[in-house]
Every structure is written in C-alpha cells, then in structure tokens.
C-alpha cells in the first residue's frame, strides 16, 4: 500500500504517475531493449571474433547486474498490468543463480516493513539471532564479519547467498516439500540451455561465463545492499536513502531511494527521483537520518575494511515477538 508524507505529497506523486512517460512506460521498455539487445551483441561480437573474449567480460558482467536491478522493476508491475508478462519479460536466467520466481516471492515478503531486518522473517536480512550466533563455528562467523564490509560483501556476497539458497532448496527436497519443484526445473532447463548456447554456438565456456561473468555481476549487485537496511526500533528507520551518482541510480534504477521504494512500491523507478525531491526533507526526518550524501563512493570510503555494523540483531527477539525461527533465504538483494 502507498504511503505518502502529506496529501499535497500524494497529489504531486499522482501528477507524476499520470505523465506520458509513466503512462507508456516507454523508460523501462527502453531499458528491457538495453539489457537484451547490449546481451546479445555483446554475444554475437565474440562469436563474429570481432571482440576477444576478455575485451568483452565487462560488458555482460554489467548488464546482468543490471538485468538483476530490472527484474526487480518488473516484480512491481512493470511496464504492464499482467504480472504473467512482467515474468516472461524478466524470465531468462542471465545471471543464472537466482530463480525469478524465487526472488518475486522472497522480495514481496520483504516488504513487509514491520519484518525488516528481522532474522527468519526478513528473507532478505543481513542479521542473525544471538542465539544461533553463539553456536556457529569460527569460519562462519567470519564469512558473516566480511559481508558487512564493501569489499568483503563483494567477495563473499555471492557465495553466501547462492549456498543459502541451494541450502534452502536441498532441505525442502528433503522435507519433500515440492512447492517450488516445478520452478527449479524450469529454471534449470533454462541455465543448461543457456549455457550450452553459449559453449557451444558462441564460444563461449560455460564455467568462465559462471565464473568471470555471473559472480562478478553478483558482486556488483551487492553493493547497493550493503547498508540499504539497520537495525532500528521504528521500521522507517531501518531503510536508507543513498543520494548515489547518476551512474549507481541507472545501474541500480534508482532504488538507492531505498525509503521512498518502500513507501511508494508501485512506483515507476523513473519517478522515484522526482518523488524524493518533493519532500527531501521529510524523508530524512522520517528515515531517522540514515541518509548517505555522498553515495556508494562514500560507503566506500568508510566501509571498505570496516564493519558497517555487527551481524547480530541487537533487538531480536524484542522486536519480532517470536522465538527463534528457521533460518530465511538469504538474497543478494536486487530487491
């Protein structure tokens, strides 16, 4: 449901939505042509040898990353009114790791605002409880330490988060629990199929497309997550408003405006700015301060080596009203 700072506020974010831009939604089709038309040339160019493969790494690490914010824009019913097609649209497997299907489900849980942060019920939470804490090994704890910094997120990110969620699917195999059964073969077929295209007709191995394409893509995708959410006793302070660089918001379709996003989920990414600046102000207030100026560049610069806070949920389980529940799927957060 929406949630606006005043009336005036709402009416000016209805002025926006009723422009020609939001009614066509002509930005995000451009932005479906980018992602898939820049995929596959880049393809085709390899293939033709007109670009070596190194030469052209960079390009799908960065439209996969890309591709991964979009699915994101079309979960929230993007560019059209039928869900079926927004899935179809954001369906192939790019970045390979991560079931559309999955991340819709998990991240509409997400926005459940009263639930961020918390462990067990935030599927994508970057805390655990004390207690589970207290009984993890010492390797694991690390792994946990290094995601709460910039560069150690990037390099243990993805891992973690695609190990939680083969974890997630090899126990409801195990518990027979076959909801999502039929998505994993689905996706599965998908990711062979890709790849064996890509090995076999482009040139291009598979294992250095997982390896020098998708991980990198994963690392990218994590930056924005870093510290996109606290731990705070009021569910709007636990969501960040990132002031990032024209290049970080296209990368990211400006959900760095994390707060607003959570307020406004049906908003088009290209009115997200505009709705921000409407009410600046109060957004900060609202967030309880936790806004970053100076954008990922300023996230770098004080979290590259350090901790942007603990990984123990210091208000768990006083906030969630629950004992300790099983752990969540854990995400990197393209949501």
Known sequence: MAEYIDAEHARDVAALEASLTARTEWPTWLLIAAVYGGWVATVLLVRAHALSL????????????????????????????????????????????????????????????????????????????????????????????????????MVVGPPMSAAAVLAEAWRALRERDRRYAPMWAAHLLCVAALLAALDLWAGVPWWYYLLAVTWPALSLATIRSLYEHRAAPDPKARIVINEAGFVMRLLFLNNNYHLVHHDLPSLAWYCLPGAYRLRRDAYAVKSGHFVI????????????WRATDGPVHPNWPRLSGAGTPRPATQRPAAG
């Open 54 to 153: 190194g030469a052209a790494t960079p390009l799908p690490v960065v439209l996969c990353a890309w591709h991964m914010s979009m699915q994101h824009e079309l979960l929230h019913g993007h560019p059209t009114r039928f869900a079926a097609l927004n899935k179809l649209l954001g369906y192939p497997p790019l970045a390979i790791w991560f079931p559309c299907t999955l991340y819709r489900d998990t991240h509409l849980e997400h926005h459940r605002d009263e639930a961020l942060t918390l462990p067990g019920l935030d599927p994508e939470s970057n805390y655990v409880p004390a207690e589970r804490w207290r009984s993890w090994p010492a390797w694991r704890r690390a792994l946990w330490h290094a995601r709460k910094r910039f560069v150690g997120r």
């Open 293 to 304: 100026r100076g954008g990922y560049r300023e996230l770098l610069r004080l979290y590259a």
